[in-house]
């Protein structure tokens, strides 16, 4: 197996999670930075011992086999489409775009251009995620026919150094916190044939809190509180809740019920949550132990896709994957603006589950 090199674009405040979360696998090895801004490139790349340059001298480097595409939603498309016209092959933080038409020429370039495009979020690659797709592979909680999964808190203005992105069009709690909850739902229970949505924009504005920006009023373009259900190709109805406008909940993050068995899904936004089972009359709740590493963090997935370059197979935080959570997206925003029920044009095979039993550092070919 040969380590690939990684180049990242755009470090700003997840970029250092990347560094430590790559540096497990023999893998990939992240050996230079770019970001739009050069000095905070420089910053960057002297703190961690990497190279740093323009964004199309990183490109331009011919040892980089992976890009890393850091940058803010708004310029996901355009830098991977860059990666990608480079020859290099490409992996993109969430969303995969901020509309279906961007995400879709992402996609198709990579495509036709032989090249790997990878998007996160990773975390249903953890420990979590992955014991509780083994539980509903192997029957426990019978055919999976309802779900649940809630993301409330009331925005990031209070500890963001850059929280005006989230206010954004292509942010947003669905666009920027949905993707987690969404690649997860797929991933246990497949594709979403349709949604239904209703939403608001409760705060014209909202005001920074964090001690840098104390007092900056940051202009809200996106919808701040989106419910809505989904519809499974399987026929399996989730609903769900993603908003910026809540002080405080009691909700649990994620639910799946199936016919013979309730379960309890860790935090989808993390990779190591911790999944109970309640069984058909029955009335305690039981952890179920993960059968899963536990040690991998974000990152995971960019070394999947290395594996999965090497040895043919395909790699399971796809772009693919990523559209179809875009598109679920886009739909259950447009269905709440036209008041009706949106069919999806995509869909998606779930992910390969991962095997049990991997050693830390290491993937499966
Ligand atoms: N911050 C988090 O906790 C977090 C967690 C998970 C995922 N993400 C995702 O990671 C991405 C980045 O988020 P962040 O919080 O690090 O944002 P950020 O604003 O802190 O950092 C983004 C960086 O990209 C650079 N950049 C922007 N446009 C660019 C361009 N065209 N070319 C080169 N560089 C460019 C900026 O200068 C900045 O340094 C987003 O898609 C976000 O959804 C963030």
Known sequence: MQTLK???????????????G?????????VACADILTERAQA??????????????LLAREDIDIVVNLTIPAAHAEISLKIIAAGKHAYCEKPLAINRADGERVIKAAAAAGLRMGCAPDTFLGGGLQTARKAIDDGLIGR??????FFMAHGPESWHPNPGIFYQEGAGPLFDMGPYYLTALVNLMGPVARVAASARRTFPERI????ALMGQRLPVEVNTHVAG????????IASVITSF?????????????????SMSVGDPNHFHGVNQILKSRTSEWVNIPHSH?????????VADMAYAIQSGRPHRVSGELAFHVLDIMCALEESAAQGRRIELGSTVEQPLALPAGLADGELDF
């Not at 999976?144 to 999964?149: K, V």
């Not at 920074?208 to 001690?211: I, L, V, W």
């Open 22 to 30: 790559c540096a497990p696998f023999d893998v990939i090895k992240i």
């Open 6 to 20: 990684l180049g990242i674009i755009g470090v700003g405040n997840i970029a250092p999670a990347y560094i430590r």
């Open 293 to 301: 590493t536990t040690t991998i963090g974000r990152g995971a997935g």
């Open 208 to 211: 920074a809190t964090s001690e």
């Open 229 to 236: 259900t989904l519809e499974f190709e399987s026929g399996a």
């Open 44 to 57: 960057f790349a002297s703190e961690h011992g990497i190279a740093a340059y323009s964004v199309d001298d």
């Open 245 to 261: 406008d809540v002080w405080g909940h009691q909700l649990p993050n994620m639910e799946i019920h199936g016919e013979d068995a």
């Open 144 to 149: 999976p026919i309802a779900a649940t999964a």
